[in-house]
């Protein structure tokens, strides 16, 4: 059986999503991205440049991967929403991923904001992917307001410190209908392949990848993590035990007991 994520009427194979930020050219980018294989990208509208060929984003990114433009830079649910349709009336599509960042410290998204948002654009026809705080009220008004998903962080935006949040995101788990992806703060592939094997239905990094010694070769890394965890999470796994269980018998076989 093909294990596939359906998300906005697109069937998604490679549970790995990607950011474009941060690499040290659009060459590495491109490269990386392949390697990978990807199916979902994201994209800051402030890269998108339908002038220029050599400058625009869109040109160097795989032709089969759907395009997720951010709302990088937003800082209410206004700005959120008008970046939004700039993207789609650039050519972006109608996905997008909703940034809403008011605190200049932590980069911790701000819930409030981008459900009004997520509001507005689903029933715009956007599919929309709130990044959000791990919250499980908030991430069922996200629902009703229209979120195809939602994304809430594993640790703060490029701090590369793992999944975190993990206990708060396996609430959402196993109460939200929609898919959950992880999105922030995912340093190493192992932390990937936790969030697969927790139940999320896909992770996002972008930092970790971007900024590599080999951004190529980290980002099959990742692939290949986020495989394995989805593989794991699928074969039904036993859990944990305070004593010991024995995979033998322990009765003697060389003394008659």
Request: aromatic share 4%.
């Amino acid at each position: 059986m093909q294990d596939v994520l359906e998300l906005g009427g697109k069937k998604i194979h490679n549970r790995l999503f990607v950011g474009t930020g941060k690499f040290s050219s659009y060459e590495v980018m491109n490269r990386a991205l392949t390697a990978s294989d990807v199916d979902v990208v994201t994209v800051a509208l402030r890269r998108v440049d339908a002038s220029s060929v050599k400058e625009n984003i869109l040109e160097h990114i795989p032709k089969k991967c759907v395009i997720v433009p951010n709302t990088s830079g937003a800082r209410n649910s206004d700005e959120a929403v008008r970046i939004a349709r700039l993207a789609r009336a650039a050519g972006c599509g109608n996905w997008v991923k909703i940034e809403v960042i008011q605190d200049n410290k932590y980069l911790l998204p701000d819930n409030m904001e981008t459900l009004k948002a997520t509001e507005i654009l689903a029933k715009e026809g956007f599919v929309v992917l709130p990044y959000m705080s791990p919250d499980l009220s908030a991430a069922r008004r996200l629902v009703e307001a229209g979120a195809s998903a939602v994304m809430p962080l594993g640790s703060p935006i490029g701090s590369n410190r793992g999944f975190r949040t993990r206990e708060l995101v396996e609430i959402l788990i196993s109460e939200i209908k929609v898919p959950v992806i992880v999105d922030a703060g995912l340093g190493q592939p192992a932390s990937a392949c936790e969030c697969m094997e927790a139940g999320c239905q896909a992770v996002l990094v972008n930092t970790a990848i971007a900024v590599a010694d080999d951004p190529v070769m980290l980002a099959r890394a990742f692939s290949e993590g986020v495989k394995a965890g989805r593989l794991a999470c699928l074969s039904g796994m036993s859990g944990s035990s305070r004593s010991a269980n024995p995979s033998s018998p322990l009765t003697g076989f060389l003394r008659n007991e």
